[in-house]
């Protein structure tokens, strides 16, 4: 997978947007849950000059939780609530298990028996498998991984660092 951005991707924020930050991440990564907690304070101070993409990179051999996790959040999406559940298991991180998943969903308002059978049946691994395999390909080798319109960024995931980059990508 490309920096391209398409109709698979998952995007938070506007087409016409002049910053787009891709995001390869791991729903049990602490590192991304302090991203996800960075980018929640910052986004909104950017409005439409930033659109995010998140795209899925489980460290599967650190993160048991994170692949299943990852294909809950694309059982989310096809209910329409990706970003609803991508929140949720941030927000929800110390508790990855298959009950926790489940009752994220009934809170955020997808029907548990639907969702629990989508998510179980193994359908959503190659969305999943597809996203890694793009960041692998971009030189992606932990998370989060962050590119800026098209560039590797190798700051930290705090806050300033991610504000500093957008800014200075703001300005070209």
Request: proline share 3%.
């Amino acid at each position: 997978m490309s920096m391209t951005v398409t109709s698979h991707d998952h995007i938070r924020g506007a087409d016409t947007a002049k910053i787009t930050l891709i995001e390869y991440a791991d729903f049990e990564c602490p590192f991304c849950a302090r991203a996800y907690q960075s980018l929640a304070s910052l986004l909104p101070k950017y409005g439409n000059d930033v659109r995010l993409v998140y795209r899925h990179f489980p460290l599967t051999n650190m993160h048991p939780d994170a692949k299943p996790a990852a294909e809950a959040s694309e059982a989310a999406h096809a209910e329409g609530k990706f970003w609803e559940m991508h929140d949720a298991l941030f927000e929800g991180q110390d508790d990855l298990s298959d009950d926790a998943i489940a009752a994220m969903a009934g809170t955020i308002g997808i029907d548990g028996d639907q969702f629990q059978d989508a998510w179980q049946s193994g359908k959503y691994a190659g969305r999943v498998d597809s996203d890694a395999a793009g960041g692998h390909q971009a030189g992606v080798h932990r998370t989060p991984t962050f590119f800026i319109n098209g560039v590797q960024f190798d700051g930290d995931s705090d806050e300033a660092s991610l504000d500093a980059a957008l800014a200075a990508a703001l300005k070209g």
